[in-house]
């Protein structure tokens, strides 16, 4: 659970950013609505696209031998970017994010949102990481536990011997037992 949660809220936030900033295309109109948006956002790229990717994917497969490598690339430059079309309408219809123009409301914001994708892609493991952080500190907090920085603390001797034990599944007197057949 805690592994979805962080990284819908991750995505969730990133998208914010990204609708607001596409809100700054001469044909495109986000203001507050981006909020809501960037929910069905979120979830059309966890949920809708894989499938949507995978499905097109299938279909274009069947031709694949038939296509040079280049051709390949291309087809699949191109469901990539059919997959984006059709989450930005998506996202447009069930929210109140507004369009006008075909270039600048709905052939240029794909590719923003494919150029976006590809960013997140590359540092998605860092925020990831850090929501994971953030959300631990949170629990923690809720919960009145300790925080993942007073659990790293040092460990006491009773569970250095736990976690040997777990290393080599040898009790600390097994262990012993061991080392004076050893030196006899």
Do not use: C
Not at 39 to 48: M, P
Not at 72 to 87: D, N, S, T
């Amino acid at each position: 659970m805690k592994t979805w949660l962080v990284r819908f809220v991750s995505l969730y936030v990133f998208n914010v950013v990204v609708l607001l900033l596409m809100g700054v295309l001469p044909g495109v109109t986000v203001d507050w609505s981006a909020l809501w948006a960037s929910v069905i956002l979120t979830a059309a790229t966890i949920w809708l696209k894989p499938a949507v990717t995978k499905w097109f994917a299938g279909m274009a497969a069947k031709s694949a031998d038939q296509r040079t490598k280049t051709g390949e690339k291309l087809v699949q430059f191109g469901l990539v970017l059919v997959v984006e079309l059709i989450i930005w309408l998506l996202v447009v219809w069930f929210s109140g994010v507004q369009v006008r123009g075909v270039f600048w409301g709905w052939i240029l914001p794909p590719f923003a949102l494919l150029l976006a994708w590809i960013i997140y892609d590359a540092i998605d493991d860092r925020v990831h990481a850090r929501a994971g952080a953030l959300y631990d500190r949170a629990e923690a907090g809720i919960r009145g536990g300790k925080t993942p920085d007073a659990a790293a603390a040092p460990p006491s001797s009773e569970s250095r011997a736990a976690q040997q034990e777990l290393q080599d599944g040898l009790t600390a007197e097994q262990r012993r037992m061991l080392d004076d057949l050893g030196k006899s």
